[in-house]
C-alpha cells in the first residue's frame, strides 16, 4: 500500500504524539506537514534532537534518539487501520519525513 495520499498519525506507546500529511517523497523519504497531538510535549525532545542531528548530517546523532523513541514503541497509523511499528519519524514539531 501507499503511504501517499494518507493522514498519519504518530503514537509513542498509547500516547497520540501527532499527525503526518504526506506533501510528496524524497528517496526512500515521504515528506511530510506535521501537526502536534496532545503527547507532543512529553516526547518533543526526541524528536527535535533527531531532526537537528538530521538536519545537520549527522547520522550518529539522529539514530540515538530515533533508537530511544523505538524502545518506547514508536507507530504509524493510518485512518484506515494501516499501521507500522517502529517507522523512522523525524519531525520538528511542524513539518516532518518518515521511512516505514
Do not use: C, R
Not at 497520540?16 to 501537526?35: H, I, K, M, R
Not at 530511544?68 to 497509523?77: N, P, R, T
Amino acid at each position: 500500500m501507499s503511504v501517499l495520499g494518507k493522514v498519519w498519525h504518530v503514537y509513542v506507546g498509547g500516547s497520540w504524539v501527532g499527525t503526518l500529511t504526506p506533501t510528496g517523497t524524497q528517496g526512500d523519504w515521504v515528506e511530510a506537514s506535521f501537526s502536534q497531538g496532545d503527547a507532543w510535549g512529553n516526547f518533543a525532545p526526541w524528536f527535535i534532537q533527531a531532526a537537528e542531528a538530521f538536519g545537520a548530517g549527522d547520522e550518529e546523532n539522529w539514530q540515538l534518539p530515533l533508537s530511544q523513541l523505538a524502545m518506547m514503541g514508536v507507530s504509524l497509523v493510518a485512518d484506515d487501520g494501516e499501521t507500522h511499528a517502529n517507522p523512522t519519524v523525524i519531525t520538528d514539531g511542524s513539518s516532518g519525513w518518515f521511512a516505514v
